[in-house]
């Protein structure tokens, strides 16, 4: 599957619920603190329609992060997804769960099978990325999230829109 494809994939199978509240404020700079360490520096870069965060140490780029939004069974999933200079997913994580059921998406077992990861690769729930027993739902809205957003960060980093 080409790269384009792979990003008109991940945009059809991803819900992006534009009503979702965002993320809150200490939770974001708490998620940023642990994907990139202390501290560094964000920058806000408005993209089409979307606020990329520049994170940077000193006069050295760290990556990129981008909050996104998907519905799991019924409610909204608020995330982040962090990506090194070099386009790789550096870090995934769950900003707020809204369900009664599948919070263990937001576990550490399961998100670190997404570092390293890149916009060319598949990321399959059920395939490349393990299901969890009992969130199948979230597990496929979280996976699909995840490659809608880097696919996005790596277009725009590649296009120059993010630097």
Do not use: C
Request: no cysteine; charged share 25%.
């Amino acid at each position: 599957m080409g790269f384009i494809q792979t990003i008109l994939l991940a945009a059809a199978w991803t819900q992006i619920p534009r009503s979702a509240p965002p993320a809150p404020p200490a939770k974001l700079a708490a998620s940023v603190t642990r994907v990139f360490g202390r501290n560094a520096r964000v920058d806000t870069l408005r993209v089409d329609s979307s606020a990329v965060l520049r994170v940077t140490r000193g006069d050295s780029l760290l990556g990129f992060a981008l909050v996104g939004n998907v519905i799991g069974k019924e409610q909204p999933i608020t995330f982040l997804v962090a990506i090194d200079p070099s386009d790789h997913l550096k870090d995934v994580d769950i900003l707020v769960y809204r369900e009664p059921h599948g919070g263990e998406v937001a576990y550490e077992p399961w998100r670190k099978q997404f570092r390293g990861k890149t916009a060319a690769d598949s990321l399959r729930a059920g395939k490349e990325i393990r299901n969890i027993s009992g969130a199948t739902i979230s597990v496929r809205s979280v996976t699909a999230g995840v490659r809608a957003q880097l696919a996005r960060l790596t277009t725009w980093h590649r296009q120059g829109k993010i630097r």
